[in-house]
């Protein structure tokens, strides 16, 4: 009988099954993915404060980042953290050294139709399975989304020399706000490369404005940046639904992993290092007791205080800029990134939370209390 089965073979998937790898858990272990969302095109990028096994993936590390909010352009070391870009094809080829024959992984090609207590069903077929970590299906019913995030990113070729090659721009407000908070984030490659994407935040079931997320992208791009003539090679887009509330993970012997477990940041979009961290945690669960629900949780304030933000943002999108500008005020943005990566103490919060007004906050989260 196959011991393990791993539901999907995008980034959470493969993350897993490296830390599997090196958990040394003997078992056989096989990744099934249908090919429908290749890995290889896709990039991510993130923060962290510390080594973690698939550095190697890492085409790109920066110690420091721009913001511009509340009318000022900031840049500010990360200090002990580092921001790092980290591109499909390499961390398919990391995962690779670890999951090797050798070591009982195996990666088949299949569709996942569905998964139950003893296995998966693959193609129609039942295929089963000890235990199965689901970044495919997900738990139903999921929590409604408190917010949806929209990007629209242009990988362009500028004429001048407009971005800095040394500092990507973790956020720039200098972009219109008339549908909703926005912002735009910019990823060099070189002084004439970058991803340049637009990003907001809205109300769930918003509708997307392609033409206006264009307009405030070419408008960036000519009067912030200065780029001059300018090609756009390509163009990538998603909505994501962001949940402050996690979804119910565990069904018997199955684990749900990645996005539909949770592990979307609902405040940020962000979800590389939380899947590293989880697949971390899944794979010493494994090792230590034979099983993957020893895992660590946040305390719970950090939704409630996710949730507080989406539900002013949503209705008051220039609290978004006066938010972002409040956590990231000091002259270092790691007190800002520790916070994101919800391992500061209450009184480190409450700092950061005073440059925001409390009256509007105290009713959301009153609100949202109260609504339970």
């Keep these: 009988m196959t011991r393990i089965v791993i539901a999907g073979g995008g980034l959470s998937g493969l993350s897993l099954a490296a830390h599997l790898a090196v958990a040394d858990h003997r078992h056989p272990v096989v990744v099934i993915d249908d090919g429908s969302r290749p890995v290889v095109t896709r990039a991510w990028a993130s923060w962290s404060c510390g080594p973690g096994l698939l550095d190697a993936a890492a085409c790109r590390w920066f110690d420091k980042i ?7 352009t900031s840049v500010l070391p990360l200090g002990r953290y580092r921001y790092r870009v980290v591109r499909g094809e390499d961390l398919v080829a990391v995962v690779r050294r670890f999951t090797d024959p050798l070591r009982h992984f195996t990666f088949q090609d299949g569709h996942v139709d569905g998964v139950a207590e003893g296995g998966v069903i693959v193609d129609g077929q039942f295929l089963r399975a000890r235990w199965v970590f689901d970044s495919v299906i997900g738990a139903e019913p999921e929590p409604p989304a408190d917010a949806q995030l929209v990007f629209r990113g242009w990988r362009v070729t500028s ?3 407009a971005f800095d090659a040394e500092v990507p721009t973790l956020f720039d407000f200098r972009t219109p706000q008339r549908n909703g908070a926005s912002f735009v984030y910019v990823l060099p490659e070189d002084a004439h490369h970058a991803l340049v994407e637009h990003t907001s935040f809205a109300a769930p079931g918003t509708p997307q404005d392609e033409t206006a997320q264009r307009n405030a992208l070419a408008e960036y791009l000519s009067e912030v940046a200065g780029a001059g003539d300018y090609e756009v090679g390509s163009e990538e887009h998603a909505v994501l639904p962001l949940r402050a509330a996690r979804p119910s993970r565990r069904l018997g012997h199955v684990l749900t992993i990645g996005a539909r477990g949770g592990l979307l940041k609902a405040s940020t979009g962000f979800a590389y290092q939380r899947v590293q961290a989880d697949s971390a945690a899944i794979a010493e669960s494994m090792h230590r007791h034979g099983h993957p629900f020893d895992l660590p949780e946040a305390p719970a304030r950090f939704r409630l205080f996710d949730g507080v933000l989406l539900d002013v943002v949503t209705q008051e999108p220039a609290q978004l800029e006066r938010a972002f500008g409040a956590l990231f005020r000091y002259r270092t943005a790691e007190p800002a990134l ?3 990566d919800e391992a500061t103490s209450m009184p ?3 700092q950061l ?6 009256a509007t906050y105290l009713a959301a989260a009153r609100h949202r209390l109260a609504s339970k």
């Design 353 to 358: 939370f005073a440059g925001m007004p409390a």
């Design 338 to 340: 520790r916070f994101l």
């Design 348 to 350: 480190q919060e409450w």
């Design 66 to 72: 721009r913001v511009h909010v509340n009318g000022r």
């Design 159 to 161: 004429e001048r020399a």
